[in-house]
């Protein structure tokens, strides 16, 4: 009895996770985009503001803000963006998400790096890298 009861319930909680991570990923893929029309509206402080608590201790918000305006300043606005690659994570917080994308700014191009935490149907900003040659000079 113990067997035909083992695969019904594997097969719900497999499925149960997809499910779970499938919705997760949308949720990360939101804010990506909420992210870069922030960041092209010059909106870094809404940024910081919406980012984990992890993030916040690391970046104080005049440093993303510098950080952000010299990257603005360099690539111009996010005019448009490709996922390249995304895995999600099941983590005692919630599921971390990681994004990539190749993006083209108004004055070069480049690639975006995304971690969210996302927890309670939100996404928290853990981490962001955005890569161009253009950022080298």
């Known amino acids: 009895m113990i067997n035909t009861l083992t695969v019904p319930l594997a097969a719900i ?3 149960t996770s997809a499910c779970s991570f499938t ?5 990360a893929e939101a804010a990506v ?32 803000t510098n950080i952000l305006a010299t990257v603005q300043e360099r690539l111009g606005s996010v005019e448009e963006i490709n996922q390249t690659s995304w895995t ?3 983590i005692p917080e919630g599921s971390l998400v990681k994004l990539a994308y190749d993006v083209e700014f108004a004055e070069a191009s480049g690639t975006e790096e995304f971690d969210y935490l996302i927890a309670d149907g939100e996404a928290r900003l853990l981490r962001f890298n955005i890569k161009s ?3 080298m000079n």
């Open 33 to 64: 985009t909420a992210f870069n029309e922030q960041y092209s509206a010059g909106e870094f402080t809404e940024i910081f503001e919406a980012a984990d608590p992890r993030f916040q201790e690391t970046t104080s918000p005049e440093e993303l």
């Open 13 to 15: 909680v497999c499925f």
């Open 88 to 90: 999600v994570e099941a």
């Open 23 to 27: 919705r997760d990923k949308t949720i």
């Open 133 to 135: 040659e253009a950022l």
